[in-house]
């Protein structure tokens, strides 16, 4: 039973990442998380290229959401949108549409920015691009606005009002969860 986390951000003190691990945190043991780690070597999407066998980090983001049970991702704002980088590999992981990793794939989307709202623009359009990639988004939302004075020096978060959003996150992203891997792990 494995959680996929999928940061946007490639900075190395991201909030989003540091999210995704106060998420990790509050997971059952009998959930594996994988914090995905290859989005910066995603190149950049060209049809020409989208062949068979694969780009390598290509082949490796597919499998890896192919191996996931859900995918949760946290999403940075850039200029009330999704960063670039993430939106690509979206598209190489959407192709072919028919048959795509993403298709019927629950997934949860949450995000953290530095400026008031948390992100909550950007999300949404995670949200319709996962929705359009036939993606099945599930309805759950942290948006942690000034991400800047949130966590303490340890990326733990700062306060008690956004962890208690993300456990009700948690337990709707649990509900996704196939009941018999769930019974199997009891
Ligand atoms: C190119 C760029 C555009 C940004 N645009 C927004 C924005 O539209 N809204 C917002 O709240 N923050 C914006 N920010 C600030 C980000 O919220 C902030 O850099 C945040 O820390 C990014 O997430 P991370 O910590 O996970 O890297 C922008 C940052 C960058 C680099």
Redesign the pocket.
């Given at each position: 039973m494995k959680v996929l986390g999928i940061?946007g951000?490639l900075?190395r003190?991201?909030?989003?990442?540091k999210l995704l691990r106060a998420a990790e945190e509050l997971l059952p043991a009998v959930v594996e998380f994988e914090l995905w780690d290859g989005l910066k070597a995603i190149p950049p999407y060209d049809e020409d290229d989208d062949v068979e066998p694969a780009p390598q980090p290509v082949a490796a983001l597919r499998a890896a959401i192919r191996e996931a049970d859900v995918l949760l991702f946290a999403t940075?704002?850039?200029?009330?949108s999704v960063p670039g980088q993430l939106k690509n590999a979206i598209d190489w992981a959407s192709r072919p549409p028919a048959t795509s990793v993403l298709r019927n794939k629950p997934v949860v989307v949450i995000g953290?920015?530095?400026?008031a709202?948390g992100?909550v623009w950007s999300q949404a359009e995670l949200r319709k691009v996962l929705a359009t990639a036939g993606a099945r988004v599930v309805d759950a939302e942290v948006a942690v606005g000034h991400?800047?004075t949130k966590f303490d020096e340890d990326g733990q978060l700062v306060g008690e009002a956004i962890r208690e959003q993300l456990v009700e996150v948690i337990e709707t992203l649990l509900a996704e969860l196939p009941a018999s891997l769930l019974l199997e792990a009891v």
């Open positions: 940061s951000s900075r003190n991201s909030y989003n990442t940075p704002e850039y200029n009330a953290a920015s530095t400026g709202f992100a991400a800047h």
